[in-house]
């Protein structure tokens, strides 16, 4: 006769089997053998990693309480060995989450004698906050960090971010250390700190970069230590490795058009020695033959500050080192240091009328 104790213990063991069991069923793909879920969102539970017959969520690895970090980071999963987190999914698998109810709970609350254990999913949705730094410390929704945010000095109480209204609840809400009053959703500050990462990431407000991560690392937003997203792209690079290779004069005296260059003589093309992003042909800016130095007008000085001509010179043109065709504003840098002969015999005195002026620009770790 089994006695009252041990029917229950298999009971319990039954129910612990088909709740298993449902759970693979519902999941048609590889799930997490931290916390028991599917992929989900990479900002929320970092980078899905899978190797061999295991899977596991990048941050249910670095915030497990009792799972070290033993080998180089080329070994396992970024330094976290298979073993290693199998014999934390069995210690997990009799901690039971405060949450939901279920076992596998890995991450406990980090304050003295609480005893609250919980999948990093359901900490999430019950306020609990993890941080990714020093020790990797992770809170209930009680002992969690918390910030004292003054509603009555907050102009307009939305997101800086999103500009949408803010919760009533602070633990969905962050206030900025350097601009006590502007006020951000949680997911619009992480979203931010997971496309700008380490090293662009800053107050939105005001630029500061010391005060304002160290605050957002201490309410738990994890702030990758790559590049920002946007140099990850395919290509993001690409344009600067391009060189201009069209003739950007009001006037393109070439016979082949616009795109047609040489590699020297009159119809090489040079290019603005300052931005680099507009181009002309030799003859059709009228620069000397050993001339290389060449600014666009929205490059060059003003005409006023380049040009002097003398009282009294009558309608004699001053000799100028700035050249003007149809209004096109560009002008020689090189003529002062540089003279020489031109592959042209270039306007006529009567074609260097001083046009109206171009409206150009004037004057000048953690854990990984």
Do not use: T, V, W, Y
């Given at each position: 006769m089994k006695t009252?104790?041990?029917?229950?213990?298999?009971?319990?063991?039954?129910?612990a089997k088909t709740r298993r069991a449902t759970q693979r069923k519902l999941s048609s793909g590889p799930v997490c053998r931290l916390c028991l879920r599917e992929p989900g969102d990479p900002e929320k539970l970092g980078e899905f990693l899978q190797k061999d017959d295991l899977s596991v969520h990048y941050f249910c690895l670095i915030l497990s309480s009792k799972l070290p970090?033993?080998?180089?980071?080329?070994?396992?999963?970024?330094?976290?060995?298979?073993?290693?987190i199998k014999k934390e999914a069995a210690r997990a698998s009799r901690k039971i989450c405060f949450v939901c109810k279920k076992k596998g709970a890995a991450i406990n609350c980090q304050k003295n004698h609480c005893v609250k254990n919980f999948h990093l999913p359901c900490g999430q949705e019950r306020g609990c906050i993890s941080q990714f730094f020093g020790e990797y410390k992770s809170f209930c929704e009680i002992h969690r960090p918390t910030q004292d945010i003054q509603w009555g000095n907050v102009g307009e109480e939305c997101c800086v971010l999103c500009c949408e209204e803010l919760s009533q609840a602070s633990v969905e809400n962050i206030q900025s250390p350097c601009c006590s009053q502007t006020i951000y959703h949680r997911k619009c500050i992480q979203k931010y700190a997971h496309t700008s990462a380490k090293h662009f990431?800053?107050?939105?407000?005001c630029n500061n970069r010391?005060?304002?991560?160290?605050?957002?690392?201490?309410?738990?937003?994890?702030?990758?230590d790559r590049d920002a997203a946007w140099e990850l792209e395919p290509g993001a690079f690409s344009e600067l490795y391009q060189r201009h290779q069209h003739c950007d004069a009001p006037i393109c005296l070439h016979e082949q058009g616009r795109d047609s260059f040489e590699d020297e003589g009159r119809w090489s093309l040079i290019l603005c020695a300052t931005c680099g992003s507009h181009g002309t042909h030799r003859d059709c800016s009228f620069l000397r033959?050993?001339?290389t130095n060449w600014e666009c007008e929205e490059c060059a000085p003003s005409a006023e500050a380049t040009d002097h001509i003398p009282e009294n010179s009558g309608d004699i043109p001053c000799c100028s080192s700035t050249f003007y065709s149809g209004g096109h504003f560009c002008r020689d840098t090189s003529?002062?240091?540089n003279p020489g002969p031109s592959w042209t015999a270039g306007p006529?005195?009567?074609?260097?009328?001083?046009?109206?002026?171009?409206?150009?620009?004037?004057g000048h770790s953690w854990r990984s």
């Open positions: 009252i104790k041990e029917k229950k213990c298999q009971r319990l063991r039954k129910s970090q033993r080998g180089q980071s080329n070994r396992g999963f970024h330094g976290f060995l298979p073993e290693d990431f800053k107050c939105p407000h010391e005060e304002f991560p160290q605050e957002m690392l201490r309410m738990g937003i994890h702030i990758p033959s050993n001339s003529l002062a240091e006529g005195p009567s074609l260097l009328e001083k046009p109206e002026s171009s409206g150009g620009r004037r």
